[in-house]
T-cell receptor, first 114, second 113 residues
């Protein structure tokens, strides 16, 4: 099925470890983004990309890196995990600025940092 | 900046009851408005949308009307089912960006048989 695929679904990290959350979409969407979801705070934008080779920071970028070498993939890297990064992470994509259908979301990665 | 405020939950209802979830927003310009639904253990799914004032979005028995005069986009359903138990997010597309979404905190809805 077409959509946004995130891996892994669950991950436990120790403080200071690094890892990459994978996100891939097969809808040829230009725009991709990463959100984190925390209780009572809704979803907050971490980083986004308007096309291959172009990325920018969102609302809460500190501690995260991204790159966009292809249209399909938009990985999120945690350089040195901290307990404050315990959260559920969602990747989302859309066709463009004027996309009336909003975003398509992946099923999420639940990350725990101990 | 642009922001979304929605009523806190959880909202607990009996099956076939009427559901309203309040959502108000502040924004410069004229944002598009969305309701997303998140079922347990899943990602967010677009439920409905409205792109201009007085538009009514509808889907799966849910409705919401874009009210510019009250800056609101309240979600309603006339008769809920147990399967409607989920977290509902109101969101707006920030008008001065390429399309970033600003989300409310989410409202959990629990429907009991």
């Amino acid at each position: 099925n077409a959509g946004v695929t995130q891996t892994p679904k669950f991950q436990v990290l120790k403080t200071g470890q690094s890892m990459t959350l994978q996100c891939a979409q097969d809808m040829n969407h230009e725009y991709m983004s990463w959100y984190r979801q925390d209780p009572g705070m809704g979803l907050r934008l971490i980083h986004y990309s308007v096309g291959a080779g172009i990325t920018d920071q969102g609302e809460v970028p500190n501690g995260y890196n991204v790159s966009r070498s292809t249209t399909e993939d938009f990985p999120l890297r945690l350089l040195s995990a901290a307990p404050s990064q315990t959260s559920v992470y969602f990747c989302a994509s859309s066709r463009g600025t004027g996309d009336p259908y909003g975003y398509t979301f992946g099923s999420g990665t639940r990350l725990t940092v101990v | 900046g642009d922001s979304v405020t929605q009523m806190e939950g959880p909202v607990t209802l009996s099956e076939e009851a009427f559901l309203t979830i309040n959502c108000t927003y502040t924004a410069t310009g004229y944002p598009s408005l969305f309701w997303y639904v998140q079922y347990p253990g899943e990602g967010l799914q677009l439920l409905l949308k409205a792109t201009k004032a007085d538009d009514k979005g509808s889907n799966k028995g849910f409705e919401a009307t874009y009210r510019k005069e009250t800056t609101s986009f309240h979600l309603e359903k006339g008769s809920v089912q147990v399967s409607d138990s989920a977290v509902y997010f109101c969101a707006l597309r920030i008008t001065d960006s390429w399309g970033k979404l600003q989300f409310g905190a989410g409202t959990q809805v629990v429907v009991t048989p």
